[in-house]
Structures are given as C-alpha cells and as structure tokens.
C-alpha cells in the first residue's frame, strides 16, 4: 500500500517518512474512513491514522501488462542501438555535434540549446 505523498509530507519528519519508506506497514484497526497503520522499522515503532483517501493500493500488474512492458523495453532497446549506428560523431569547436546518418524514426531528441525537437522535423544529413 502507498501513502500519498503530500500527507506523508504534511504529517510526517523527514526522519520517519525515511524509516517508513523502508517497512511495509500492518493494519491495526480500521473505521469507515481511516486506517490505525503500524510501522515496525529498525529506528522503532511508528504509528498513525491514515485517512483511506490517502491510501493507495499498489497497481496490479498482470501477465498481459508485463509481456506489454517487456515489449516496450526490446522495442526501445532496438531503436536506441539503431540510433546510435546511424549516428556519426563531429567535435566542432569543443563540442560533440551528433549527426544522424539515415531516416531513423526515433521520437525526438533534446538538442544543445535545451529544447526537444521531433526527429522528423529535424533535417537527415
């Protein structure tokens, strides 16, 4: 389970929010509308009324969901090695210019002056 941030911030020192964020916590009592949550950390016991509206159950992440991610990842890792092959290296005035070899759709890249620009409205050397 997941404390929303902004009331562990609130109600919470920074020594605790530390000491919680490493234990899971145990249900000691609850009403309609809150949670008696116990914290047995190393540093001792903490406990605390949490109302349910700042509890947030951790997202389910079915076999689906996972194939989905592991998908995501190869694909990732297959465009960013064929950018780094279509790209060639430049050392203009002390600087590292990248200039992209070929038509690589890559999404968009974050160029020197800080600002990110879609590759296909960048100009292909």
Do not use: H
Request: charged fraction near 30%; charge should be neutral; proline fraction near 2%.
């Amino acid at each position: 389970m997941t404390i929303k941030s902004w009331f562990l911030m609130k109600n919470f020192d920074a020594n605790e929010r530390i000491a919680i964020g490493m234990t899971e916590p145990s249900v000691e009592r609850e009403t309609e509308k809150a949670m008696l949550l116990k914290w047995n950390t190393e540093f001792g016991i903490i406990k605390s009324w949490i109302p349910k509206s700042c509890i947030e159950a951790e997202p389910v992440i079915t076999e689906e969901i996972k194939e989905s991610i592991n998908q995501y990842a190869q694909d990732y890792a297959e465009k960013e090695a064929a950018f780094v092959k279509g790209a060639k290296v430049k050392n203009i005035n002390g600087r590292k210019v990248f200039t992209i070899m070929s038509g690589i759709s890559y999404g968009s890249v974050l160029l020197d002056n800080g600002k990110r620009v879609n590759i296909d409205k960048l100009v292909l050397a």
